[in-house]
C-alpha cells in the first residue's frame, strides 16, 4: 500500500523523565510530513529534538500524544508489531561503527536481515548489494569487523541497515567524524542507494556543506519545535532566521550574500559552489 | 534514565550534612550502623526512626525521592520479614493453619527487622551516597587507609581504581542503551524465547560493550600518562580535607545517640528484638 507521505507526524509530544522534576520537552507538539522517496535533511542545533524526532520514527521511542504514521499506518496501531516498524524505517544510529560485534563482516550486516527471517541465497544477496551500496569491497567481506578502519567500520553498519531493505532509510549524523573524502564515499553512496532503490531517506546532520549537497528538502528544528521545512535552496536564502536559532548557511551562500551587499547579486539562494560558478559565468558574459 | 535516580546515585545539595567532611561522614555512618545493631528495645527503635526522620529533614532531599530509591529493595525487605513471621518461634502463638504456626515473637521480629533494614539504606544513603561525591567518597576512604600504606597496602591504587570505576558507571549505562537502541533497530529481539535463546540474544549487545569499555580504559590510561601520573607517591591534592568543629559535633552526636540506645534497651525493654 502506498499513501501520500512516506512519513507523517501529527501533534507529536514527547518528554523525557516525565515524571521527575528534570522533566524535558524533546517536542512540542511537531507535525510533520515527509513525500515519498528523495532525501530529507534534519538540522537543528544540539539539544533541539533531532535524535529524539529520529528514535521515535521506528518506535524507539513511543510519543506521550499524536501519532507517528509510516506509508499512511500508526506505527503504535499494533504495539506488538513494532518490530515490523524497525524493518521498515532503517535507522542508523550516531557512530553506529560501535554496534559492530560478529566474527565477519558478512555476519554483521547480515543479523538486521536474519532477524527479519531471511536465509539462504535471499540473505546472500541482500548482504551483497548492502555492501556495494556502502562501497565495501568484496575483498573485507571475509574481515574480521573489527581489524577495519573507522571510515570502514561506518560503512559495515550502513550496509547492515540497508541489507534489511527499509522503505525509509534513517541516519543520524552518518559522516560525522570522517574526512571529507569519507563523507563523500558514505554520502554518495546514500544517494546512490536512495535513487535506485527510490527509498526515502532522512538525514540528521550539523553540516551545511552536506546538506546543501544531497538533500532535496531540508527541515530545521529549534526548540523541541519545526522551525521550516523547505526545498533546500530556499531553506538557505533564510539566513538571518538560521543564525538566530543558533545554525549556519553554507560558506558559499554566505559569499553570495556578502557579493550581494557590494553590488553583484547572483541571489541567495546559492548552495553548492558550482551553481555559484555557473551564476557568475553568466554575469560576466552578460558584461563584455 | 539518565537523571532516574538509583539506589546509591549522589543528589546535588548544599545542606549541612552535605558539606560535612566525608571522612568524618564515613566514621559516623560506620558508628550508626554499630548503633542501629545495638538496638534491642522497641522504644530504641523509636528512637532511630525519628533520628533517621531527622538526618534525611536535614539533608533536604525530598524524602520522595529517598522512598522511590528503596523500590528495588522492597523484595528483599518483603522476603526476610515473611521468613521472620512464618519461622520464628515462641511463647505466645497467636494462631495456627495447619502446619503454619504465627507467634508474637515472629511479627515483633519481622517488624523490627524491617526497621533494622530500613534504617541500615537510609542512614548509608543519607550519610554517604545521596549527600557525598563519589570521588569525595574515595579521596576520604584513601586518608582514612592510609595508615595501611605502612603494611605495603596500595591505598592510593584501589582508591583510584575506586574512583575510576564509579566514574564510569553512568557512562557505561549510557552506552549500553545505546548499543541496545542500535540492535533493536536492527531488530533483535531481547524478550521472547527460552533462556538459552535470551542468552545469546545479549551477544550483540555485550561484544561492543566490552570493546568500548576496553577502549575507554586504553585512552584513560594514555590521558593518564601524558599527565604524568605515576602513582600515589608524592601526589599532592587539589581539595584538602579539613575536619571544622561542626564535624566533630556530628560524630559527637552519634555516640550520644549510641548511648541513648544502650540506656533505652536498658530502661525501657518494652518488646526485644532476639536477634
Known sequence: MSAEYAIELRNVIFTYNKSLPSATRALDDVSLTVKSGGITGLIGHTGSGKSTLVQLLNGLLKPDSGTVLLDGIDIWAEPKKIREVRFKAGLVMQYPEYQLFAETVTEDIAFGPKNMGLSGEELEKRVREAASFSGLGEDLLEKSPFDLSGGQKRRVALAGVIAMNPKILILDEPAAGLDPAGRRDILGGIKRFSRESGTTVLIVSHSMEDMAMYCDDVIVMAHAKILMHRPTAEVFSRADELSAVGLDVPLITRVAAALQRNGVDIGLDVYTVDYAVGKLKERLAEKP | ?275
Not at chain 2, 126 to 140: E, G, S
Not at chain 2, 218 to 240: H, K, Q, S
Open chain 2, 1 to 275: 534514565m539518565k537523571s532516574d535516580i538509583i539506589f546509591g546515585q549522589y543528589v546535588e545539595g548544599d545542606s549541612l550534612i552535605h558539606r560535612l567532611d566525608p571522612r568524618i561522614k564515613i566514621v559516623a555512618a560506620f558508628l550508626y550502623i554499630v548503633v542501629i545493631f545495638l538496638a534491642k528495645s522497641a522504644t530504641a527503635f523509636l528512637l532511630l526512626t525519628l533520628s533517621a526522620v531527622f538526618f534525611v529533614l536535614l539533608t533536604r532531599i525530598p524524602p520522595r525521592m529517598i522512598l522511590r530509591a528503596m523500590k528495588p529493595l522492597v523484595f528483599i525487605i518483603v522476603f526476610t520479614a515473611v521468613i521472620n513471621l512464618f519461622f520464628m518461634t515462641g511463647e505466645h502463638l497467636l494462631f495456627q493453619f495447619g502446619f503454619v504456626k504465627i507467634y508474637r515473637e515472629g511479627i515483633v521480629n519481622a517488624f523490627l527487622i524491617v526497621l533494622r533494614i530500613l534504617l541500615l539504606i537510609v542512614a548509608t544513603s543519607v550519610f554517604l551516597t545521596y549527600t557525598t561525591t563519589p570521588i569525595a567518597l574515595t579521596d576520604a576512604l584513601e586518608q582514612l587507609l592510609s595508615p595501611l600504606k605502612r603494611l605495603h597496602v596500595p591505598v592510593h591504587e584501589f582508591s583510584m581504581m575506586m574512583t575510576i570505576a564509579l566514574r564510569f558507571i553512568p557512562t557505561l549505562i549510557d552506552e549500553t542503551q545505546k548499543i541496545i537502541n542500535a540492535q533493536t533497530a536492527r531488530g533483535a529481539d531481547f524478550t521472547s524465547g527460552g533462556l538459552i535463546r535470551r542468552g545469546k540474544a545479549l551477544i550483540p549487545i555485550l561484544i561492543p560493550l566490552f570493546i568500548s569499555a576496553f577502549r575507554r580504559a586504553d585512552e584513560l590510561a594514555t590521558a593518564m600518562e601524558c599527565r604524568c601520573y605515576t602513582g600515589g607517591e608524592g601526589r599532592t591534592r587539589m581539595n584538602t580535607l579539613k575536619s571544622e568543629p561542626e564535624d566533630w559535633a556530628f560524630l559527637c552526636s552519634i555516640v550520644v545517640l549510641g548511648a541513648a540506645v544502650v540506656l533505652l534497651n536498658r530502661l525501657f525493654p518494652l518488646v526485644t528484638i532476639t536477634m
